[in-house]
């Protein structure tokens, strides 16, 4: 079956702009969580939805990241103002529910470079 | 905090044996898992401890320490593809399910 998937695959934008990310989820799934991955180092945790709420958005790193999930499946994880620190690869990932033994699956990202 | 150590990068032959640890130090602990990272693709997984002692899968087996916060992924006959990162993760202790990574380990598989 379909696995996780984002769009877009790459991103480039100015500085200052406004930027939306969307990660399609594999279906069923009600977990779904936003990491990001800057060069040579390993995804780190920006926020998770069960179902349609997020119940833990502690990585976000300030107020100019918002993600949503209004129907429980599709998530858009939006920058405001862009700054270059925010080139990163965002990943995407889901886990059919929150069991002790569910592994996440992940997407293939979008990969975010900020000028 | 938490915090999960792995070695930056290992090299290796084909057809040999490599063994890649991880060490954790958390508030609390609910599981570890190992992923597989290719340059620019997406991490896939390889395996889940979560009581101590080891876990075999084809060629490649982990082994989990939790009274040591250690953890090992062996790869055997290794292979040219398995050239990769190779990502140690813990299951956040507060039941949320997120996972906290090391920075990865990149593993060269030399002919």
């Known amino acids: 079956g379909a696995g996780v998937s984002q769009t877009p695959s790459n991103k480039v934008t100015e500085k200052g702009k406004y930027v939306e990310l969307r990660c399609d989820p594999i279906s069923g799934h009600t977990a779904l969580y936003w990491y990001r991955q800057s060069l040579g180092q390993g995804p780190e945790f920006l926020i998770y939805?069960?179902?349609?709420?997020?119940?833990?958005d502690s990585g976000l790193p300030n107020d100019r990241f918002f993600a949503v999930r209004p129907e429980g499946s599709v998530s858009t994880l939006k920058i405001q103002r862009t700054e270059r620190g925010d080139s990163a690869v965002y990943l995407c990932?889901?886990?059919?529910?929150?069991?002790?033994?569910?592994?996440?699956?992940f997407g293939p990202g979008t990969r975010l470079t900020v000028t | 905090g938490q915090n999960i150590d792995q070695p930056t990068e290992m090299t290796a032959t084909e057809g040999a044996i490599v063994q890649i640890n991880c060490t954790y130090q958390t508030s609390g602990f609910n599981g570890l898992f190992w992923y597989q990272q290719h340059a620019g693709e997406a991490p896939t997984f390889l395996s889940y401890n979560v009581l101590d002692g080891l876990e075999e899968k084809g060629r490649f087996s982990s082994f989990l320490s939790r009274s040591k916060g250690y953890s090992y992924l062996l790869l055997k006959e290794l292979q040219m593809k398995d050239s990769a990162s190779y990502l140690c993760?813990?299951?956040?202790?507060?039941?949320?399910?997120?996972?906290?990574f090391g920075t990865g380990t990149r593993l060269q598989v030399f002919p």
């Open positions: 939805f069960q179902g349609t709420g997020a119940a833990d």
């Open positions: 990932a889901s886990s059919l529910s929150r069991t002790t033994s569910t592994e996440q699956y």
């Open positions: 993760a813990v299951r956040d202790p507060d039941n949320t399910d997120k996972l906290i």
